[in-house]
């Protein structure tokens, strides 16, 4: 497969993948959860989402660009500049799992709706796995990207 081929297909694999994601986000947040939550309950989803979105950003701050960049460049060295960007965004992903919790703590009154935004915000921490999708997207692999 040449490689113009190669993009095209992994083009169209990530455009899918995408919608797919986009699809059912829309289907989660825009439709069934505010007919289960109450007004209130929806304000505090949002404000919590919109805080995981912004802490996941920091996570990443273009880190993962910059360790495609460097590993396409020096291929030879793609293990011990993802092995940097894990460490990296787990150090990143300790320090906004601290504001998330600090933010639960000093907004939310009750404790079971810290534990559960607690619990929550633990998927920050996974944040510092996607620094393996560097490999994939080095080889250009991206359907393994997309599935998961």
Known sequence: MTLSETVIKNVIISFAGRIYTGILTFVVVAVLLPRTLSAAGFGVFSFYSTLFVILGVIVDF??????????????????????????????????????????????????????????????????????????????MKFSSVVLA
């Not at 030879?76 to 787990?90: E, T």
């Not at 300790?94 to 998330?100: F, G, N, R, T, Y």
């Open 62 to 139: 273009g880190s993962n660009v910059i360790a495609v960049r460097e590993g396409s460049k020096e291929p030879g060295r793609l293990g011990s500049i993802v092995y940097s960007l894990i460490l990296l965004r787990l150090f990143m992903s300790l320090v906004c799992l601290a504001v998330a919790l600090v933010m639960a703590a000093l907004f939310e009154q009750d404790w079971g709706d810290r534990l559960l935004i607690a619990g929550a915000s633990l998927h920050i921490l996974f944040h510092t796995l996607g620094g393996f999708g560097v490999v994939f997207h080095v080889r």
